[in-house]
């Protein structure tokens, strides 16, 4: 599970999503007064769902058309009079700050800029920069190559071995009625990174010095050791086969350089620990990593609308050296400045902006949790709240009818448990991103998951409640004479409530867990700071998700003692 | 009131009830006597419809018992089994009024029968505040009588009413029945295996044995003028206490 949310929680920003972790994504956005916790569609579907409450009678159906009409709605938002430009972004540093900037400066132009904080992983983003629900993010020429629009070709040039063309990416985006500004200026790839002292004694410099030296111990990230464009390919190419590399997670892969433990690692080239952990890149003077230009992917619509938006991305070309972006991924990850704060000062006044305390390691942790699970319950708690009582209402409105038919209809029925017993088996993040296409990211297909989750027990319980009922009190209400419907209300489902409402519970302990992976499809709640830390490898952070989600399923358990005080009836609960 | 006409059924292949007629007049009672199985309940049942027979036809009032109106049906019958087959979940004056609250009875009309049958059943009223497991096994029946007895019904199903009770409640309950039934001058089927208990409740008496009426008659033709030797045996099983004193 933890490998699982991994993978999606730190999606790298080279776009080789999901298959291992990487390790430098958001600092935790409770830092940065301007982040907004969730993005504009999110929020929106939020305050449709948030009524919901009060009409017990819609059921599924309307929560479809709630999801189209909240999608419909955001798109009718763009029809108005002053230019808007919504930003999309990423979720790691990286992404944030360079997403802020094309806001600020877009806000500069006379724009109404707003940003969709970290929406998710590339195809995410892509998908909805498509649809339409945003108009620019940040993205690198190699994942486009690789994962979006892979027929572009790469050209072997001197330099880089597969220096993807431009133009051609130009080209292959068109059709999707996007376009690519020219480059920011940093390449952020795969380099490999040995200890400052040992690079100083060695006289280390590139990679091909490296070779000579197979006494270095090696730590490779998972994703890395497994890659062709990884260390297998760069083995092949610069002959290392006399090191035998230790795999390691890749957050720690940083303090096994620093403990000495290891010498050389495998790094992206604008991590901002590089220079906190005092390291040197070792120049890949063979040209075997492929390019990673930062570029800002726009809807070229947007440039046709708003031609301002043209100065935007001449602002932003060629501004940003690797150096640079190291800079400002220091201060926003290791120094905690607001991602809009790091944005502007540097518009302001590139270059002027050194990250000052990379020797402030992380201290005060007690403290600092405790703040910050106040902040993330207020932050997050009527979100993950939301989500929970949202899709357990419809859990139950569904299921209980669905236990009833299980049990009406006993050839139906198996088919009924075992189909939901089935979709209980499907992994959590796999289901949420299963209704992605569909209903594209936000609470929406969280909710529907939610609710997918919320039923197994549900149905189960309904049908084990109204089962167990002795068939002479089934006797009893048939001899009365009252009808299908009545003997169901005043007699089966007040028997069957006591199981009915375990049931339930059941089911919103479960959801209050399972809403924690929602974040990882944009959906907000105390997954964001799990998620977050868990990309950071950063147990105080996981903490802050974690301890109020706990608290939450305690709260809820609390709850249904309460309810079930008032719902099963008093003749049922004092036998007990 | 109550008639069976050449009424068959068979469960799983096995004859339950062979071909019997059978009736019962109105204000005429009836128990319905015979060892485990004899298919004395599921008589019972078919009158209710919660049984249907094979061959031949079930009539209530002289209507044949269909699909179509078995719950106007069961609304004329009032049915108590072993135990009162209470609901957990309702007091016991919330079990008695359930099916009069939901034929849309007003609540001063349903409120006065509560009071006439807790008289005529010789239930104290303070107890019907009360939930089925706080009541004793004697002052269950009481209630399932009431229930049985809430919409003035034509006929009275007794399954076993007896059957869970000791010996001094028992006899009680016996003498209010008897007093109860010639009261309200009802159709009542009683089915019991005590041969004094029928003979006591009932004015005639049908043995059963394997889906079949052996005999149907009053405690005397059944001593008397046995049809069927099994008759002898199953009366001469019911051991008096001069019996056990000598």
Redesign the interface.
Known sequence: MRACLLAVASESRLGRSARSPRKRTLLYVRRHRSAQPTHRFAQQAGKHALRLPQKLCLCMLALLLLATASTVHARGADQAEQPKVRVGSKRFVESYILAEMVAELARQQGMMASHDLGLGGTAVVFRAIEDGEIDAYPEYTGTLAETIVPTVPTVPDGRRSSQVDLTSLRRALAPHGLSLSDPIGFDDTYALAVRRDVATKLGLRTVTDLASHGELRVALSHEFAGRNDGWPGLSARYGLGAFTPRLLDHALAYEAVSRASADVIDVYTTDAKIARYNLVILDDDRAFFPSYSAVVVYRTKLLQHTPNFGRVLDRLSGSIDAETMRRLNARAELDGVAFDRVAKDFLAAPGSHSSTSFSAAPSAMPARLALGTWAVILRHGPRHVMLVAISLLFATLLGVPLGILAHARPRLGVALLGTAGVVQTIPSLALFCFFIPAFGIGPVPALLALMLYGLLPIVRNTHAGLASIPA??R?????????TR?RLV??EL??A?RTIIAGIKTSAVVAVGSATIAAFIGAGGFGEPISTGLSLNDVPTILEGAIPAALLALVVQGLFAIAECVIV????R??R | MVRFEAVEKSFEGRVVIHETTLEVGVGERLALIGPSGCGKSTLLRMI?G?VKPDRGLVRVGGERVTDANV?????R?G?V???G???????AEDNVI??AR?SGLSRVEIAARVHELADLARLPRSLLHR???SLSGGERQRVGLM?ALMLDPDVLLLDEPLGALDPIIRAQLQEDLREVFCALKKSVIVVTHDMGEAGYLAESIAVMRAGKVLQRGDVRALTGTPADPFITEFVSAQRSLAEAVR
């Open positions: 002479e009190l006797e009893a209400a048939l001899a009365l004479g009252l009808s009545e005043h007699v007040p028997l409530s009836p008093r003749g049922l004092e036998a | 209710l919660m719950r106007a049906v069961r609304r019958i049915y089994i072993q135990d087959g209470l609901f957990p979940h309702l007091t359930l099916v939901l939930f089925p497991r229930r």
